[in-house]
């Protein structure tokens, strides 16, 4: 449903039609630049059937009909051409020129997807949040319980199904959402090293066993938990930047794609405690790989670049992050997909205190580098689901295979 609403610009006075599309939240935010005086003035979009009342910052919203000049068509939930001042221009109503770009299937797609997640969010998500909890807290009484709400079929049977289904849940919720394939590989990349019949299988298996009773890990879970929390918990912020992950072409081939709205400093919190968490989680990550690659976890494969090699999992922890990764080398699709997932030009960026969103460019501006489109920021943004799953996932894999074997061996399913 589109609203039609007049505004007076603060700046400049002149009278503008807003186009409103009223999105999937009952709070909309939203922001709209004035093509005359290029004034930003941000609102918010309050839907509560049958009534719909608009707050703006600033400037007026002035009641009845009125022919303007400007036209200015916002849903803030998509990309859309900024350049597109009318509705007749190719981008001027954001739905149609999605469906210009994917096609109107790949559009209601797309667009079934959003719906899945929000709905998941809605019903399940406070569910899913206590067994977490239930979880780091290993309070398997509570946890077998709540676990029957989300897997009818799954019995508890065996210890290790408890990590299992856990991680299974955070993937059934979230892939609605995911827009690339590479949490998947990532996955399929770390299980590949992690065999049975593996040249120091029975060495990996002790250090799992280690591992399992390591505070590390269980703090490292935690955090990775806590990071899945906040970034569900903006998920309303961050779903355009999957609809702009999901566009074929790269974002700058569409022209000055815009989103209407400014979830920045939340955002930027979210970027930053990723990035560390994930990077936080590499000295145990590399251990394993070392163990099951070399029969030893501080049989480190040493790059030729780093300065001061470490020799024990204290001395890794103060690596720069950008030398912690260069240790994946042993693992293709990782080293790529850290990369993508984790960009440290971004997270430096954006780590300067004087870096903005400036609504008037869409950009984060505010040092003297390139200004990054926000737009960019926010697919970026998106991408941070792949890192935790897939962390997480890594972690699971020696707790599953501590208790499997604390078991005496049982696999059974
Ligand atoms: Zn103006």
């Not at 210009?100 to 209601?108: S, T, W, Y």
């Not at 989300?150 to 049977?157: I, Y």
């Not at 009773?213 to 879970?221: A, G, K, R, S």
């Not at 390139?370 to 799953?389: C, G, K, M, Q, S």
């Amino acid at each position: 449903m589109v609203s039609r609403v007049t505004v007076r610009c603060p700046g400049c006075d002149q009278l503008i039609t807003l186009r409103l599309s009223v999105g999937a939240s009952e709070v909309q935010p939203f922001y709209y630049v004035c093509g005359k005086c290029n004034a930003a003035t941000r609102g918010r979009l309050i839907a509560k059937p049958p009534d719909l009342k608009l707050e703006l910052e600033a400037g007026e919203q002035i009641e009845g009909f009125h022919e303007t000049e400007q036209i200015v068509t916002i849903d803030a939930n998509l990309p859309a051409r900024f350049d597109a001042r009318n509705m007749w221009d190719p981008g001027g109503s954001p739905f149609i020129f999605l469906s210009m770009i994917l096609g109107p299937k790949g559009a209601d797609a797309l667009n079934g997807r959003k719906t899945q997640f929000r709905h998941l969010v809605k019903g399940n998500w406070v569910d899913l949040k206590r067994l977490l909890r239930y979880y780091i807290d290993r309070n398997w009484t509570m946890f077998d319980k709540g676990l029957g709400k989300f897997l009818q079929e799954t019995n508890v049977s065996r210890p290790w199904h408890r990590h299992d289904a856990i991680h299974k849940l955070l993937d059934i919720f979230t892939a609605p959402i995911w827009a690339q394939d590479i949490y998947p590989r990532m996955k399929a990349e770390w299980n590949s090293i992690f065999v049975p019949k593996g040249t120091y299988a029975e060495r990996v298996i002790s250090l799992s066993q280690d591992l399992s009773n390591d505070p590390e890990i269980i703090e490292l879970q935690e955090h990775l938990f806590d990071c899945f929390t906040t970034y569900v918990e903006e998920h309303d912020a961050i779903l355009p930047g999957f609809v702009a992950e999901s566009l074929p072409e790269p974002l700058d081939q569409y022209g000055d794609l815009r989103v209407l709205r400014d979830d920045f400093p939340a955002l930027r919190d979210v970027y930053i405690q990723v990035f560390e968490t994930c990077h936080k989680a590499l000295p145990v990550l590399v251990e394993m790989v070392n163990m099951a690659k070399r029969g030893a976890p501080d049989l480190y494969l040493h790059p030729s670049d780093i300065r001061r090699p470490p020799r024990t999992r204290s001395q890794f922890h103060k690596l720069t992050s950008n030398d912690k990764t260069k240790y994946l080398v042993e693992l293709q699709v990782w080293s790529e997909g850290w990369a993508f997932c984790l960009d440290r030009h971004l997270r430096n960026r954006i780590g300067h205190r004087q870096v903005r969103h400036d609504l008037s460019t869409g950009t984060l501006s505010g040092t003297s580098d390139d200004p990054i489109p926000y737009t960019v920021f926010l697919a970026e943004t998106h991408r941070l689901l792949y890192p935790i799953l897939t962390v997480l996932n890594a972690i699971k894999i020696p707790l599953v295979c501590a208790d499997m074997t604390a078991d005496g061996g049982k696999v059974e399913t």
